[in-house]
């Protein structure tokens, strides 16, 4: 089976920076897509970034310019720098990613989630 596990949450005060990190596990033949998404209670999961194998990666409006998404393919690990962070910003991020194994296939892959909470 295929194990994400996120690190690098906590507490920050706004203008702060946090750097997350991902590592993907198990038994995977390939890794098509990695991205993060947030979630506060009440609201829709949203993407924040993603990233392909190729050098293309994705911002939401709302973090461009702030975040930086990079991959390191040869140990299937995907991170998240994010500089000037808002209270906005406060919310679950979770790492995902469109994965293909031996024995299912190509799928989605959720890690459990790091909280990070800007605050003064």
């Known amino acids: 089976q295929v194990q994400l596990v996120e690190s690098g949450g906590g507490l920050v005060q706004p203008g702060g920076s946090l750097r997350l990190s991902c590592v993907a596990s198990?038994?995977?033949?390939?890794?098509?897509?990695m991205g993060w998404f947030r979630q506060t209670p009440g609201k829709e999961r949203e993407l924040v970034a993603s990233?392909?194998?190729?050098?293309?990666?994705n911002y939401a409006d709302s973090v461009k310019g702030r975040f930086t998404i990079s991959r390191d393919n040869a140990r299937n690990t995907v991170y998240l720098q994010m500089n000037s962070l808002k209270p906005e910003d406060t919310a679950v991020y979770y790492c995902?990613?469109?994965?293909?194994?031996?024995?299912?296939?190509?799928?989605?892959?959720w890690g459990q989630g790091t909280q990070v909470t800007v605050s003064s």
């Open positions: 995902n990613g469109l994965i293909t194994t031996p024995w299912h296939g190509s799928r989605n892959y």
């Open positions: 990233i392909t194998s190729g050098v293309n990666p």
């Open positions: 198990g038994s995977i033949f390939s890794i098509n897509s």
